[in-house]
């Protein structure tokens, strides 16, 4: 070896710092003997994390850096982003992390909670970088961020950083244990509307629907070869009230066609509460259309 | 499988380990395992299986059963709800060095809407094809449920199996349900 360090070492050196630096910027969440989830500290007072692993309770306690002990209430939860808010009884010294940037092939460097005020690390590839899409709940995210590292349960939650220290997202598990980001810019989106409100407003039809295709004999008069069948309706809720059955098929929603999923989920934002909105759809051979209230959707 | 793993499974007794935080759920599990031949040992001790919910204990080496949870590297996973027999068997399994998945027990995760694949849309008339099936209906039943004629009934059911890319009546209900499961969205 000459004096000068190899470039393995020094890349494992600068990791080495960059875990330690990132251990004030997240919480153990505890979920029961020896169990918790990650949390990332999004502000002196607000710890953002996974809601789909967050338990249905009031208040948790969470283990900061070095092992101080602090509770934190549920402020806010949003399922259709997966963002749950935690605020904390005692402010923390918060983290400043610039936004990073997604780039497929880049570094990416997962951050969890040990459990005892120390940090656990990840590192992998960003296997994928790609544009915005739409959750299964609706909700908008602003880029499809795939990481191919692993993740321990207990490590969900935490925040993802770039190869320059970027801030690029929280943790989380997709589909068959595939583990992606909530970018950084859905956070900011999302967190002052969850702090102001603890929920995100949202428009809502009660119904569960099922993409099929249209019978042949229908496609001339329908216009289009798909659609979404009623599978459920919700008890007293806007489809109810409109009289709406299962069975029924919808074709569009004020013209949007429903072969195009996205589109239609687009149309129930906030601003669609309390507006009317005509459904067209296939009832017993017919084509006819119905009116209905979008009413606001409450906790899923 | 080596000889003496082979002779493992045979054995009507193992040890396992019930590694699980919760008191009463621990105790539960305990008689599970008990009831279906097999010894309860502490943790520390000598055990050819581990059953653990939600997250298995660290560094451990013996092969782990897991009830639920998302740790996928684990030899048994089984959802936190599986009845005693699929538990029985998973045990056997994973101590003769073989690798147990049940279909649900890899929880979700959160994901996208999936536009499927316009071809391979299922018609209504196919979807009451398919409820008639899953309720064990035979060729006939079903054309007398569906007042429609036997031969019209293999029809669907033949475009049933090419959509779904299944080859027996069990296999499409199974594709059916799943993708029910990963595609159904709430408005």
């Given amino acids: 070896m000459t004096d000068q360090p190899d470039v393995l070492a020094q890349v494992s050196t600068a990791l080495v710092a960059r875990a330690a630096a990132a251990s004030n910027t997240v919480v153990a969440i505890r979920l029961g003997y020896e169990r918790h989830l990650t949390g990332l500290v999004w502000q002196s007072d607000i710890v953002v994390t996974s809601e789909q692993s967050l338990p249905q309770r009031d208040e948790f306690e969470l283990v900061a850096a070095g092992g101080t002990v602090v509770t934190a209430a549920v402020a806010g939860r949003d399922p259709s982003t997966n963002i749950a808010l935690l605020r904390l009884a005692t402010p923390l010294s918060a983290p400043v992390n610039g936004a990073g940037e997604a780039q497929t092939g880049a570094l990416a460097l997962a951050i969890g909670a040990d459990g005892t005020g120390g940090v656990s690390a990840r590192l992998g590839l960003v296997n994928l970088a790609g544009p915005e899409w739409h959750s299964m709940r609706g909700g908008l995210i602003d880029r499809r961020i795939v990481l191919d590292l692993a993740l321990a349960r207990r490590e969900e939650g935490g925040p993802v950083f770039d190869a320059a220290g970027g801030l690029l997202g929280l943790s989380t598990f997709g589909p068959r244990g595939q583990v992606i980001v909530i970018p950084t810019a859905t956070i900011a989106r999302i967190v002052p509307q969850l702090a102001k409100d603890g929920h995100i407003a949202r428009g809502w039809l009660g119904v569960a629907l099922q993409a099929v295709a249209v019978p042949d004999a229908l496609r001339e008069s329908a216009g289009q070869s798909s659609g979404l069948m009623v599978m459920s309706v919700i008890d007293d809720g806007p489809a109810a009230r409109a009289g709406l059955v299962a069975g029924d098929i919808m074709l569009s929603v004020d013209g949007t066609s429903t072969q195009r999923w996205r589109k239609v989920a687009r149309l129930f934002g906030a601003d669609s509460i309390g507006r009317k909105a005509d459904i067209r759809l296939i009832r017993s051979g017919q084509v006819i259309t119905v009116q209905t209230t979008i009413t606001e959707r409450h906790a899923a | 499988m080596s000889e003496a793993a082979a002779q493992l499974v045979l054995a009507q007794r193992l040890r396992v380990a019930v590694c699980v935080a919760d008191a009463r759920r621990r ?28 997250e298995a204990p660290r560094g451990e080496t013996r092969p782990v059963v897991m009830l639920g949870g998302a740790d996928t590297d684990r030899a048994g996973m089984l959802s936190r709800d599986a009845d005693a027999r699929q538990i029985d068997a998973a045990i056997r399994a994973v101590a003769a060095g073989l690798i147990v998945r049940a279909p649900d027990a890899i929880e979700s995760g959160f994901g996208a809407i999936n536009e499927p694949d316009g071809h391979a849309l299922l018609t209504p008339r196919e979807l009451d094809v398919l409820t008639a099936l899953a309720e064990g209906l035979t060729n006939k039943a079903i054309a007398r449920r569906l007042t429609i004629s036997l031969h019209t009934v293999k029809f669907h059911l033949e475009s049933l199996f090419r959509k779904l890319g299944a080859r027996t009546r069990t296999e499409a209900v199974a594709k059916a349900s799943e993708r029910r499961r990963s595609e159904t969205i709430t408005l």
């Avoid at chain 2, 105790?27 to 939600?54: I, K, T």
Wanted: glycine share 14%; proline share 0%.
């Fill in chain 2, 27 to 54: 105790n539960l599990l305990g008689r599970v395992v008990a009831e279906a031949g097999h010894l309860v040992v502490d943790g520390d001790e000598m055990a050819d299986v581990v059953l653990a919910d939600g």
